[in-house]
């Protein structure tokens, strides 16, 4: 299984003198299984992009490409740069495109196909030559062929959003993309009017078994790319319930669930390469003690092979 990253930013895409080291394209990871070099692409922010026009430089010289895209979740930095993606223009391209289920009415194909409008865009989804199949997804477990397995698991988000788990040879990769940990959302203030003692233990009960859930879900992976959108400081100061991370909470939640390695990801718009560097140091000295947890700062163009 081989990763490369093409795009590693949240919210927006941020290009720049001060974001180069680590990219500031929003997310697109591309995957490689086996012999046969098949291709899984994760998230189509504005990194798919360059990855299309390198599919087209490279890929279609064996004939047609064939590939599958796993969608995260349809917020606008893991979608945009779908419109922009070479293949789905070349005849003879078989698509397949992945993702959750929202509780909306509209479709997936829909939220997809509507950034190809003529409001947006100037070529409609209706005009791609390419051959493109849409699938929604729960949580699920699935054969994908080729010795590939994937399992699904709803992270906590505003809008629901998938975690994927890929095995392939003895070897696991999990994403975890925009997510938080879950909380008690009643009311814990024993003075409030609207404080129930038994709501609030349902409450902490409820949270504490979907963050056990998740941690079962990374268990023993080889890579986590874990969301860590925030410092400490900025989560508990003014973003909780946004639906992102902070660097403490990823790493912990990698030695709890003995993952070996952790890729933290989905970095701020305003993160300068130099605080992440800083961060960097930080989520080492955080470790602490010697760990068999190794950790990694995704960047654009990053490559990891398992």
């Not at 223009?89 to 003529?118: A, C, H, N, Q, W």
Request: aromatic residues 12%; negative net charge; proline residues 5%.
């Amino acid at each position: 299984m081989k990763l490369r990253f093409w795009g590693v930013r949240g919210s927006i895409a941020c290009p720049g003198p001060k974001t180069v080291e680590f990219g500031g394209n929003t997310p697109c990871l591309e995957l490689r299984f086996g012999e046969k070099n098949r291709l899984i692409i994760i998230d189509a922010g504005t990194g798919i992009h360059p990855l299309g026009h390198r599919l087209v430089w490279d890929d279609i010289q064996d004939g047609p490409i064939t590939t599958e895209i796993f969608i995260t979740h349809t917020h606008w930095d893991h979608i945009i740069g779908f419109p922009f993606f070479r293949p789905i223009y070349i005849p003879g391209t078989k698509l397949k495109v992945y993702g959750p289920i929202t509780f909306e009415d509209d479709s997936l194909e829909k939220i997809m196909g509507d950034l190809l409008r003529y409001r947006y865009f100037p070529v409609l989804h209706g005009e791609l030559t390419a051959n493109i199949e849409y699938l929604q997804l729960g949580e699920c477990k699935m054969d994908l062929g080729d010795g590939i397995t994937l399992k699904t698991k709803y992270l906590n988000h505003p809008l629901l959003c998938l975690g994927y788990r890929f095995e392939f040879n003895g070897k696991v990769l999990c994403t975890a993309y925009d997510t938080e940990p879950f909380r008690n959302v009643f009311s814990t203030d024993t003075n409030a009017a609207d404080f129930d003692p038994v709501v609030r233990h349902e409450g902490e009960e409820a949270a504490r078994e979907e963050n056990e859930k998740l941690l079962d879900f990374y268990r023993d992976a080889d890579i986590l790319i874990h969301d860590c959108q925030y410092t400490k400081e900025e989560y508990f100061s003014s973003k909780i319930g946004w639906g992102h991370s902070f660097f403490e909470h990823a790493i912990d939640s990698a030695l709890k669930a003995n993952v070996k390695k952790i890729v933290l990801f989905h970095h701020d718009p305003l993160r300068t390469d130099q605080e992440l560097f800083e961060l960097e140091k930080h989520c080492q000295k955080h470790l602490g003690n010697p760990s068999d947890l190794e950790i990694l700062v995704a960047k654009e163009g990053m490559e990891i092979v398992l």
